[in-house]
């Protein structure tokens, strides 16, 4: 390892503590967890269909998913089963119908009930999915309601609201969209699912777990295949231009770099030129300062880039910190330099 290079490691270690430092506040909203059914080994779902749609909300200008779910379940027999999902974090105004009628959502009382599928321990409430496979809840997160099914074919049908993950930091906010299927395991049979997004014209699709999907008029559309029990992932974010992506790519602290390049150069081949003293004072001096003014002035290009006048990215200023180290290292590297050129000279 050179000189330059030991120069080059040891100031991005100074730096690098300050960096980290300076995302220390929590960088997201959590999202709502919910899930399909919960169901029974007494009835077979022929198939789902999730539509959501992403709404903005007016005043804070995030974005929330709407609901409509749909499930086609046949049952031998007239029965009543109960049912259950998990809504932590989703709205209050729920709706549920079974084969188009209105079903009301009943509140979990232990004192005078016993659930067959909930299992109270001295380590909290558990949800049992079968014998051998529970998981830990909180009775108020769980939407409990007995569906009336007629022999043969039926639709139970539940709609709301749920919130979804994102970042407060950062030139643009990336929502994460979560579901889980684990549940459909439980079923006697759960055939596929048939999942349909609907994303406004400020909005794209970025990730996804569940592979290719069409896309038309702002509509998604995936297929899950039967026996697919991974939890549905994915990713949205505000729709950008090419150039505002590059930007982003190169990030405020990457073009300042590119800067810090593009002045060295300038400031070298002043200093071939002339290496009397002044010269080389000024170019110590006027660098590390100009680094910092592009790099904050990076922020306002990046903004404007994607016609926004704020964002937020924690304590960015602490970087002025590094100014002393950086001064030093280009202060070496100049004496090196200057050195080499005089005695060439």
Known sequence: MNLIQKLNFSFLLCIFPLLVFGNMAKPWVDGSQHSVLFGSSNAVVKREIIDIRLIKEPVDQYYYAEYKIKYYIYSDEKQTLPL???ALGISNEKEIKINNRPASIQKLNFEKN???FIEKKKDGMFLKYSEDSEIIVNPEELIYFSANLAK???VIEV????FLQYNTFGFIRNYELEYSLYPSKFWKSFGPIEVNLKIDDDAEITESNLGDFDI???LAKWIIKSGNHEN???????????????LMFIDPLGIAFLGLIGLFLINLKLLRRNAKTYVFVLGIILVPILFYVIYFLSYDLINLSLGKKHTK???IFFIVFTYPFLLLFYWLVMW???KRIKIQN
């Not at 992932?233 to 950008?240: N, R, V, Y």
């Open 232 to 246: 549905i992932k994915i990713t949205i974010s505000e729709k950008t231009s090419v150039f505002s992506k590059v």
């Open 216 to 218: 038309k008029d702002n």
């Open 114 to 116: 016993d659930y067959s």
């Open 336 to 338: 090196q330099i200057r």
């Open 84 to 86: 259950v999902f998990l």
């Open 152 to 154: 043969g074919e039926n």
């Open 313 to 315: 990215h924690g304590y």
């Open 159 to 162: 709609k709301y609201d749920a």
